[in-house]
């Protein structure tokens, strides 16, 4: 029954890093594309990164601290949402005008996208403690309380980060309550919780400014922002892992960091970020690229419009 549990669990986050990837290109994706995409992402592109990191893989090997997911799922989510973003081409006027000044598309109800964030915020917390590795029963229990406290201050931060950088906007600050949350899934075991909170504080900040250089600088169509969110916030949350994560300054007296480990840790944190990144990217592009060719990436105007 072990073996079956396990398998539902990560076939649970093999989902969510597929979930995320058709927000980016949401509105003008053709859906028979999105289907054959959504199979070659859950069984060619995920299991290499589930395998590095949790599957006895190098990044494994290596250290590398990834307790729930923030590249292994969110990066590699974001990452094709991004790329899949750049190869379809922004929804029809996104854009206007000479200088491309980008246009809000607005969502009808703001109600039920807030209920949809907090959705997500009740399910984050079995996403993030069911990941618990620890065996002894009286360490499991430690652990998953630390892990439930950091992923609650984590995701108060982002909201707070993104309320205060949004100016109060309720939508902005419901994607920084999940960038929040999607920051501390690698450090959820070992960081303290003031430090959770600043993670989750600065990934709120991350994410809004990101959005607007995404949109206004860069001209990149991602409707849900789901490479703020889960791809930025993702790196973040591993190198945070990195810098927060000592025991020296408060993080788990079990699971955390060593002084003598910090450094090194910080090292192969990064190594994994951007060996992640560039793995995903590339994988992405020609997984893209031959949609594209096929003529089953984007739909015709008529459709979209």
């Not at 494994?60 to 729930?68: H, P, R, V």
């Not at 029963?137 to 609650?152: G, K, M």
């Amino acid at each position: 029954l072990g073996d079956y549990a396990l398998w539902f669990k990560m076939s649970m986050f093999a989902i969510t890093a597929v979930a995320i990837v058709p927000g980016g290109l949401a509105e003008r994706d053709n859906f028979w594309g999105w289907i054959i995409a959504a199979g070659l992402i859950a069984g060619l592109i995920y299991p290499v990164v589930e395998h590095w990191v949790w599957g006895g893989g190098w990044l494994g090997d290596l250290g590398y601290i990834d307790y729930a997911g923030s590249t292994v799922v969110h990066l590699v989510g974001g990452m094709l949402a991004l790329v899949g973003s750049i190869m379809i081409g922004p929804r029809i006027g996104k854009f206007v005008g000479k200088k491309k000044n980008a246009r809000a598309f607005f969502g009808h109800s703001i109600p039920l996208s807030v209920i949809g964030a907090w959705l997500l915020v009740f399910g984050w917390f079995g996403f993030n403690i069911g990941s618990s590795t620890a065996t002894d029963p009286q360490t499991i229990n430690v652990e998953l309380a630390w892990v439930s406290l950091t992923t609650a201050m984590a995701m108060a931060g982002g909201l707070f980060g993104a309320a205060l950088t949004s100016r109060g906007h309720v939508l902005t600050s419901m994607i920084g309550l999940l960038a929040g949350a999607v920051s501390i899934c690698s450090g959820a075991a070992v960081m303290h919780p003031i430090a959770a909170l600043i993670t989750g504080a600065i990934a709120g900040v991350l994410t809004t400014f990101t959005v607007g250089l995404f949109e206004n600088i860069l001209k990149i169509d991602d409707a849900l922002a789901c490479f703020p969110v889960h791809g930025v916030c993702g790196i973040w949350g591993v190198i945070a892992t990195g810098l927060f994560g000592g025991k020296a300054i408060g993080g788990h007296p079990v699971y955390g960091l060593d002084n003598a480990d910090w450094l090194p840790q910080l090292g192969v944190q990064v190594l994994g970020a951007v060996a992640i990144s560039a793995f995903v990217a590339v994988a992405g592009l020609i997984m893209f690229w031959g949609l594209k060719k096929a003529k089953l990436l984007r739909v015709g105007r008529d459709a979209e419009l």
